[in-house]
């Protein structure tokens, strides 16, 4: 599925797009609106006037004033607008430059017919009302013009002011829509926070179910069910896990106790009773200390409640843990190499689990790596790092990151001459080492073997 | 959620259109009807 872009800023544009959408739609409704009034009634009052000064002509023409000038002047002066007037072919008017070519011509056909007709017009750059009155009476045409610049300013500052008001509303709308959306949002994510934990490993993540909002509330509770049935999965495995193992250790230890007395007779067997005594007696073996290595997984699968954490001295401990480990397993001898500065360091961690995370390591490397050669303590950072170097060839790439998982085996360890492991000595070195709080990795030696990397966070008191 | 861009633009920009001729102009004039013209101003007397 492609991504798309982020759910809060779609929200946020389409609340923005539903604002500008609907405060520009009532802008201009509004705007269409005013104008309709305001240029309705300008036109009628116009009319009116028109009218009025159209009767004053023909009483003047009827009581026979021959000062037709001084009459239009007059009439000039007691409104906004201009008139012209026609009386027998001769033309009237205030103004000089007002002439009979600044009529509409559409207009004087109309007062030709005895039609009483506006026309709004542009003329040099501002809109022009044109009325004509004919008065057939008087044998003259009333003719008046209104420039109607005004009226455009007001319409002008009135869009202005519209377009402010929608600007506004659209700001005002997407800032509270990404407001909204990120208070919305706020749960989602901190359950995809809380599930990203529980993802990491700390099951006891929950989500408080105290929201106020039922969906939100419905949500945590979703959740928080969900992640204690996965728990309560997990614990059953392990548990399933643990006793399937414990039940098996019992016929186990007869079986290794019979190989061990049948040891004894093993010179009297023939040489085919011989090879098939010592690979039973082999698997025997194997098969306990799988045994074994599953009824630890299973312990530490039940999870830290079980771990013995004290705060030790980081040195002696690997000291300790290495000759320890050596003794048990006739391990060769190794040279522990200590960097300045971890003098003091103290870690805290399970001894007896330490020491089989040491055990594991130097193991691993007497399996499949010809043997550790070195052990190296240092400090990084706030960590203490123990590095177990080995002789082998490495660990192939594709690997690496594969060889804590539970059963994996590399393809050294396939080969059916070498000595096998169980599949589980890695994955329950990071497991222990998880549980301390560290974290172990597989690096390339820069003598060309394996590295195996502990990292553990040294206590507080000691940095 | 282009088409819809696209959409409200075309919309914004026949709005500004419209809204550049402040006093709407008229093609033609407008008659007005005779008989609400006051005064009796378009009576011809006979004769004339």
Request: glycine share 8%.
């Amino acid at each position: 599925v492609p991504r798309r872009r982020s759910l809060r800023l779609r929200l946020t544009l389409a609340f923005g797009f539903s604002a500008a959408f609907l405060s520009v739609l009532f802008a201009a409704l509004a705007y269409v609106g005013v104008r309709h009034i305001l240029v309705t009634d300008r036109q009628s009052t116009d009319l009116r006037q028109a009218y009025v000064n159209a009767a004053l002509v023909r009483s003047a023409v009827g009581a026979g004033t021959p000062a037709m000038g001084q009459l239009v002047a007059s009439l000039d002066a007691a409104t906004s607008a201009t008139s012209l007037v026609e009386l027998r072919g001769a033309w009237y008017a205030a103004h000089v430059s007002l002439t009979r070519a600044e009529l509409p011509a559409a207009l004087m056909r109309a007062a030709g017919r005895d039609e009483v007709a506006r026309q709004v017009l542009v003329s040099a750059g501002t809109p022009v009302l044109f009325i004509d009155v004919p008065v057939p009476a008087a044998h003259a045409v009333y003719y008046q013009l209104d420039d109607l610049g005004d009226l455009n300013r007001t319409l002008r500052t009135l869009l202005l002011l519209l377009a402010a008001g929608a600007l506004f509303t659209t700001v005002v709308g997407a800032v509270g829509g990404g407001w909204i959306t990120r208070r919305a949002m706020a749960p989602l994510e901190v359950a995809s926070l809380a599930a990203e934990r529980v993802a990491g490993g700390a099951l006891d993540t929950r989500i408080p179910e105290d929201a106020r909002d039922r969906e939100v509330a419905a949500l945590a509770t979703s959740f928080n069910t969900m992640v204690e049935q996965l728990v309560e999965r997990l614990r059953r495995d392990a548990r399933f896990a643990g006793d399937v193992s414990h039940e098996l250790r019992s016929p186990l230890t007869t079986l290794a106790t019979s190989v061990e007395v049948m040891r004894q007779s093993r010179e009297q067997l023939s040489p085919e009773g011989r090879a098939a005594f010592d690979l039973l007696a082999t698997d025997v073996g194997t098969f306990q200390v799988l045994v074994e290595d599953l009824l630890e997984i299973a312990r530490s699968d039940a999870g830290a409640s079980m771990m013995h954490l004290e705060p030790v001295d980081f040195v002696e401990l690997v000291h300790q843990c290495v000759r320890s480990a050596q003794r048990r397993h006739q391990l060769a001898a190794v040279p522990v190499v200590v960097e300045a500065g971890l003098d003091a360091a103290r870690v805290r961690v399970d001894r007896r689990r330490f020491e089989r995370v040491m055990t594991n390591l130097l193991d691993n490397a007497a399996r499949y790596g010809g043997g550790a050669t070195a052990i190296r303590l240092s400090r990084a950072g706030d960590d203490v790092v123990v590095d177990v170097d080995d002789a082998g060839p490495g660990v192939d790439p594709r690997d690496a990151h594969r060889v804590f998982d539970r059963f994996f085996r590399g393809t050294v360890a396939h080969d059916r001459g070498a000595a096998r492991g169980t599949g589980l000595g890695l994955a329950l070195v990071a497991d222990h080492v998880a549980h301390f709080g560290g974290h172990v990795e597989l690096l390339a030696s820069p003598e060309g073997g394996a590295r195996f990397r502990i990292s553990l966070p040294a206590l507080e008191e000691d940095r | 959620m282009r088409r819809r861009l696209i959409a409200l633009g075309v919309l914004a920009a026949a709005m500004a259109l419209a809204g550049c001729t402040y006093v709407p102009t008229d093609a033609q004039p407008h008659v007005v009807n005779g008989h609400s013209v006051p005064f009796n101003l378009l009576h011809r007397p006979a004769g004339h």
